[in-house]
């Protein structure tokens, strides 16, 4: 049986682009007034003006200070070189509330399971793991976790996953904690009760081994410490400079289980996310709503691995369609990500990288059968 689901396997990646160790796989243990309905072209206007962006004179760090490389925000000094953790946190209904969400400094969203409508899954980001107070809920990761976490030299923090993991888990860079956090009596089904808690990731790194800096890890030289490229804290990025720019005060995504969407507030320059018709709030941290800075959306293939709904995404591709938005506006742009360890950048319609703002950062990833189902008003 071993030996067939690895030919299974073997055939699924065949036609998958090849990433930085070759290794794929899978297994499971435990304001236009008007609504802009958003199509498959490619913009073609390039930005008004690009040199300023080339010729911009750094900005010097406050004393003890460094820019995050996650978020783009002075944060202390002595986290410069800790990795970050990246966690697998449950979506559907059942477990709301989350806690600590509004405490990650990226979060991604993608679809879990073509089953149930859809239901996605977050993978939130966090650089300064050791202030948590309260994490989750955990649950199990997927494929496209697995090829997109290790851009960031993170060490990803899940309960499992299918079968279709294994050959990704082989990768040597692919470091991870699975199963090993604190439950919490909350009255829901065993499955939604598992949290990362004060202590779990310090036991967590003693028990397993794995570096907690860039420098001590065998990887730590392959990926990029410039990850995003962000624009200047006193000057943000406005999109003014781009012809091809709309506006986005309000955007839906094609997620049909959970019909998220985000409204921009002027008055915190930030989009606050809904989901399930209600505000998506941070039930350990005073009830604040989710809200980023930046929203980058990705169109990707997707892939229906079997029968039961488990599927992925193919997040190492060039040149593919997205959007940048940000501050009540929206670009089209193009993304691509070379391997699992390469990050994934992202290109305007004149082929330069984008400056993203200093803040949080949504990240989607849809697939492109649905993409043209987003709507922005």
């Given at each position: 049986?071993?030996?067939?689901?690895?030919?299974?396997?073997?055939?699924?990646?065949?036609?998958?682009?090849?990433?930085?160790?070759?290794?794929?796989?899978?297994?499971?243990?435990?304001?236009?007034?008007?609504a802009i309905v958003i199509g498959s072209e490619t913009a073609t206007e390039a930005p008004a003006s690009t040199e300023a962006a080339a010729t911009e004179v750094?900005?010097?760090?406050?004393?003890?200070?460094?820019?995050?490389?996650?978020?783009?925000?002075?944060?202390?000094?002595?986290?410069?070189?800790?990795?970050?953790?990246?966690?697998?946190?449950?979506?559907?209904?059942?477990?709301?509330?989350?806690?600590?969400?509004?405490?990650?400094?990226?979060?991604?969203?993608?679809?879990?399971?073509?089953?149930?409508?859809?239901?996605?899954?977050?993978?939130?980001?966090?650089?300064?793991?050791?202030?948590?107070?309260?994490?989750?809920?955990?649950?199990?990761?997927?494929?496209?976790?697995?090829?997109?976490?290790?851009?960031?030299?993170?060490?990803?923090?899940?309960?499992?996953?299918?079968?279709?993991?294994?050959?990704?888990?082989?990768?040597?860079?692919?470091?991870?904690?699975?199963?090993?956090?604190?439950?919490?009596?909350?009255g829901k089904p065993r499955e939604f009760t598992e949290y990362i808690l004060p202590g779990d990731l310090e036991k967590n790194f003693k028990n397993s081994g794995?570096?907690?800096?860039?420098s001590d890890w065998k990887y730590g030289d392959q990926i990029s410490r410039q990850h995003y490229q962000f624009a200047s804290h006193s000057t943000p990025n406005?999109?003014?400079?781009?012809?091809?720019?709309?506006?986005?005060?309000?955007?839906?995504?094609?997620?049909?289980?959970?019909?998220?969407?985000?409204?921009?507030?002027?008055?915190?320059?930030?989009?606050?996310?809904?989901?399930?018709?209600?505000?998506?709030?941070?039930?350990?941290?005073?009830?604040?709503?989710?809200?980023?800075?930046?929203?980058?959306?990705?169109?990707?293939?997707?892939?229906?691995?079997?029968?039961?709904?488990?599927?992925?995404?193919?997040?190492?591709?060039?040149?593919?369609?997205?959007?940048?938005?940000?501050?009540?506006?929206?670009?089209?742009?193009?993304?691509?990500?070379?391997?699992?360890?390469?990050?994934?950048?992202?290109?305007?319609?004149?082929?330069?990288?984008?400056?993203?703002?200093?803040?949080?950062?949504?990240?989607?990833?849809?697939?492109?059968?649905?993409?043209?189902?987003?709507?922005?008003?």
């Amino acid at each position: 049986m071993k030996k067939l689901s690895c030919l299974m396997v073997l055939a699924l990646t065949g036609a998958m682009l090849i990433t930085a160790c070759g290794k794929k796989a899978p297994e499971e243990t435990a304001s236009t007034e008007a609504a802009i309905v958003i199509g498959s072209e490619t913009a073609t206007e390039a930005p008004a003006s690009t040199e300023a962006a080339a010729t911009e004179v750094p900005e010097e760090a406050p004393e003890g200070m460094y820019a995050s490389e996650l978020t783009g925000e002075w944060i202390d000094q002595s986290l410069q070189d800790q990795r970050p953790i990246a966690v697998m946190v449950d979506d559907e209904k059942t477990a709301l509330p989350h806690y600590g969400l509004s405490k990650a400094d990226i979060v991604y969203e993608m679809v879990n399971s073509t089953a149930n409508e859809g239901v996605t899954r977050f993978m939130v980001m966090v650089k300064d793991w050791a202030q948590i107070k309260q994490l989750g809920s955990i649950r199990s990761t997927r494929p496209t976790n697995l090829q997109i976490f290790p851009e960031w030299g993170a060490v990803l923090c899940h309960d499992g996953g299918p079968f279709w993991n294994d050959n990704f888990y082989k990768n040597d860079f692919v470091e991870r904690f699975s199963g090993t956090f604190s439950r919490v009596n909350n009255g829901k089904p065993r499955e939604f009760t598992e949290y990362i808690l004060p202590g779990d990731l310090e036991k967590n790194f003693k028990n397993s081994g794995y570096s907690q800096t860039y420098s001590d890890w065998k990887y730590g030289d392959q990926i990029s410490r410039q990850h995003y490229q962000f624009a200047s804290h006193s000057t943000p990025n406005t999109l003014s400079d781009y012809s091809d720019a709309v506006d986005c005060k309000t955007i839906k995504l094609p997620f049909h289980h959970n019909n998220p969407y985000l409204e921009y507030d002027a008055e915190s320059q930030t989009y606050k996310y809904f989901q399930y018709g209600q505000a998506e709030s941070d039930a350990g941290n005073g009830n604040t709503q989710l809200a980023f800075t930046n929203l980058l959306l990705q169109s990707a293939r997707l892939e229906q691995l079997d029968d039961h709904g488990y599927m992925m995404y193919y997040p190492s591709e060039s040149n593919r369609e997205g959007w940048y938005i940000t501050q009540g506006k929206a670009i089209r742009v193009t993304w691509t990500k070379l391997n699992d360890l390469d990050a994934t950048r992202y290109y305007d319609s004149d082929g330069n990288e984008i400056k993203i703002n200093v803040g949080k950062t949504y990240v989607a990833l849809i697939s492109d059968k649905e993409w043209d189902n987003i709507t922005m008003e």
